[in-house]
């Protein structure tokens, strides 16, 4: 089956620690995305990168860092640069990073900092 | 900057009543307008998109169309059942293909 797999489903990380969230996508996506979500809120845009080697800063980028060495993974790394990283992280890839072009996301990661 | 903004929930429905979320955007240019649901602890689910206004998206029930001259796209289904509670998001897309989101309407239907 085509998809996006996350891993792992929780995590759960001590404060000063960085932690490494994985994304994967074996739909042939040219364009990947990092979203962070909070209770009630919307979802917040991290990093996207529409092709490999390529990735740009979204909104909230300040605490994360990503690479984007091979097309289908798309790796994320929160660091304890993060202050509040407690959150749910949603990964998503697009065919090509096009308006028209609809965004499917992976299950998730659930972050808990203790 | 590009924005959504979506009715506040929660919203309790009987089963068989008629659902409606209101979304209305700021965008500059001509956007893709997208909703999306999320069941508990999943990721999230595109329902439908319209890309050019006037369009009417639909699936599994739900409509909405894309109305250029009110900046909206209200999500509608005639008839709800329980299987529809999730958290339903307005979106959209424009030049710069990210996708912003509105921030989440949660409906619970009841049998």
């Known amino acids: 089956d085509g998809g996006i797999t996350q891993s792992p489903k929780y995590l759960f990380r001590k404060e000063g620690q960085n932690v490494t969230l994985s994304c994967e996508q074996n739909?042939?996506?040219?364009?990947m995305y990092w979203y962070r979500q909070d209770p009630g809120q919307g979802l917040r845009l991290i990093y996207y990168s529409q092709i490999v080697n390529d990735f740009q800063k979204g909104d909230i980028a300040e605490g994360y860092s990503v690479s984007r060495e091979k097309k289908e993974s798309f790796p994320l790394t929160v660091t304890s640069a993060q202050k509040n990283p407690t959150a749910f992280y949603l990964c998503?890839?697009?065919?090509?990073?096009?308006?028209?072009?609809?965004?499917?996301f992976g299950p998730g990661t659930r972050l808990t900092v203790l | 900057g590009d924005s959504v903004t979506q009715m506040e929930g929660p919203v309790t429905l009987s089963e068989e009543a008629f659902l409606t979320i209101n979304c209305t955007y700021t965008a500059t240019g001509y956007p893709s307008l997208f909703w999306y649901v999320q069941y508990p602890g999943e990721g999230l689910q595109l329902l439908l998109k319209a890309t050019k206004a006037d369009d009417k998206g639909s699936n599994k029930g739900f409509e909405a169309t894309y109305r250029k001259e009110t900046t909206s796209f209200h999500l509608e289904k005639g008839s709800v059942q329980v299987s529809d509670s999730a958290v339903y998001f307005c979106a959209l897309s424009a030049n710069d293909y990210k996708l912003s989101f509105g921030a989440g309407t949660t409906v619970t239907v009841r049998a």
């Open positions: 739909l042939n996506h040219d364009a």
């Open positions: 998503a890839s697009s065919l090509l990073a096009g308006s028209t072009d609809t965004q499917y």
